[in-house]
C-alpha cells in the first residue's frame, strides 16, 4: 500500500530549507511521481499556498486517495466520474478507518475538490489526459453566509460548482462557557492549561500556539495587555496578538523552571542535542506539534465529558471578544467592533468574521458574556 512521508529541514531545494511537504511512496518504496510533483508545485512554487497543514491537507488526501486506487485495482489517470463517486460514497457512509468517526461533509467536499485541483493540474502538465469531474450551475442556498457585495452579484446567485461535492448545512460555531473551560483544564496539566490559556485569551490557532517563539516573549511589562506578533500563521501572514500580561509572566516561569528542566535532560541524553525555539516542548525536547496540541485538549475533553475542539477556544474568544467591542463603542463611537475582530484574528475574508455576529446574536447566553468575564475565570 502507498506511503505518506514528510521531508525533513535538510530537504532545500533551491537552498531554501521545505521541511513538512509531503511525498507519497508506492508498495516498492517508489515516489509516486504525479503525486509528489504536485505536492512540490504546491509546497515550492505556488504563491498562494505557504501553509504546512494545507500541504499535509492535500497529502492525506492523495495518500487516502491511492490507498483507495490501490485496493480497487484502479489506474489514477483511466479514472472517471463513476470512481470519484464511489468514492465520495464510501466516505459517506462508512466511517474513517483511521478514527473510526463517520466524515464530516466538509471534509468529503474538501478532498474532493482537491482531487479536481490535482487531476486539472496533471492534464496541465501533460501527466494526465482527462480530469475525471464534472460542473454544474447551481443556484447557492440563502442560508449560506453572503459576501458584503452580494447585493451587486448580476449571477443571482448561481454559481459554477463540482458536481461530485455534497451539500453541507451550515453550522454556526459553537463556543465554550467559562465553566466548561474549567472542567476541561481541570484535566490538564501546568503546561498544557497554558496552551489553552494562550488560545482562549488571544484566538491563536493550534498550530499558532505550537509555533510560538522564545523570542517574541517580552521579559517585562506593566501594560494589562501585551502585542505579540506571531509569524507561524495560516497563511503565513504575521499578525499581532494581545495576551494579558499574567499569562505571560506565567509562560515565562514555564521557559524559566518545566522547560529548562526538559532542555537539561535532552542534553544530557545527547550531547548534539539542539534545542528549539519554540516555547512549548515535549518531554523528550522536541517542539510541540500542533497535531499533539489538538489531541491533548480532545483526551482532556473527553475526560471531563465535553464534546469540543481545540477550535472551540478560537471561537470562545471571538465571540466574547465581540462581545467587549461592541460594548466599548458606546464610549468609542468610531469603533468598528467587526473589522478589529478580523484584525485579531487573522481572517483574510470579512464574510469569515461576520458569522460571529450571528453567534451573539442568536445565543442569548453570549449576549452578556464577555472578554473581561473570561479573563476572570481563567486567569
Request: with cysteine.
Amino acid at each position: 500500500m502507498a506511503e505518506l512521508l514528510f521531508t525533513t529541514e535538510e530537504f532545500a531545494p533551491n537552498g531554501i530549507s521545505r521541511p513538512g511537504v509531503p511525498m507519497l511512496l508506492d508498495k516498492e518504496m517508489r515516489l509516486i511521481e504525479p503525486a509528489c510533483a504536485w505536492l512540490l508545485h504546491i509546497a515550492l512554487v505556488r504563491g498562494r499556498t505557504r501553509s504546512r497543514q494545507t500541504w499535509r491537507t492535500y497529502g492525506e488526501t492523495l495518500y487516502d486517495w491511492w490507498q483507495t486506487l490501490e485496493a480497487n485495482e484502479w489506474v489514477w489517470d483511466e479514472v472517471g466520474v463513476a470512481e470519484i463517486a464511489a468514492y465520495r460514497d464510501r466516505m459517506l457512509f462508512r466511517p474513517s478507518d483511521h478514527t473510526g468517526r463517520a466524515y464530516a461533509r466538509s471534509t468529503i467536499n474538501g478532498r474532493i475538490r482537491t482531487l479536481a485541483l490535482f487531476y486539472r493540474w496533471c492534464v496541465g502538465a501533460d501527466l494526465a489526459h482527462h480530469v475525471p469531474f464534472t460542473a454544474d450551475e447551481l443556484a447557492l442556498s440563502r442560508s449560506r453566509p453572503q459576501r458584503f457585495l452580494a447585493h451587486l452579484d448580476a449571477t443571482g446567485g448561481r454559481q459554477i460548482v463540482n458536481e461530485l461535492t455534497v451539500r453541507q448545512t451550515s453550522t454556526l460555531p459553537r463556543p465554550l462557557s467559562p465553566a466548561t473551560v474549567r472542567q476541561v483544564m481541570s484535566r490538564l496539566d501546568s503546561r498544557n492549561r497554558l496552551i489553552v490559556e494562550w488560545a482562549i485569551t488571544t484566538g491563536m490557532r493550534r498550530m499558532e500556539v505550537a509555533g510560538l517563539r522564545l523570542r517574541v516573549l517580552p521579559r517585562a511589562s506593566t501594560d494589562a495587555l501585551t502585542a505579540i506578533k506571531i509569524e507561524t500563521t495560516k497563511g503565513g501572514k504575521a499578525r499581532t496578538v494581545y495576551p494579558p500580561q499574567p499569562l505571560v509572566d506565567r509562560t515565562l516561569a514555564y521557559v524559566r523552571e518545566e522547560r529548562a528542566v526538559i532542555i537539561r535532560r535532552a542534553k544530557s541524553r545527547n550531547p548534539n542535542y539542539a534545542e528549539p525555539d519554540t516555547v512549548f516542548l515535549t518531554e523528550a525536547g522536541q517542539a510541540v506539534s500542533a497535531r499533539r496540541v489538538g489531541a491533548m485538549f480532545a483526551a482532556a475533553a473527553t475526560a471531563a465529558g465535553v464534546t469540543a475542539s481545540f477550535h472551540a477556544l478560537r471561537h470562545t474568544f471571538a465571540t466574547s471578544m465581540l462581545r467587549f467591542l461592541q460594548r466599548r463603542t458606546q464610549q468609542e463611537p468610531e469603533l468598528n467592533p467587526l473589522l478589529t475582530l478580523q484584525v485579531l484574528l487573522g481572517h483574510a475574508d470579512l464574510t469569515t468574521t461576520a458569522i460571529y455576529l450571528r453567534v451573539v446574536a442568536t445565543d442569548l447566553t453570549l449576549a452578556e458574556a464577555s472578554v473581561e468575564n473570561l479573563y476572570e475565570a481563567l486567569l
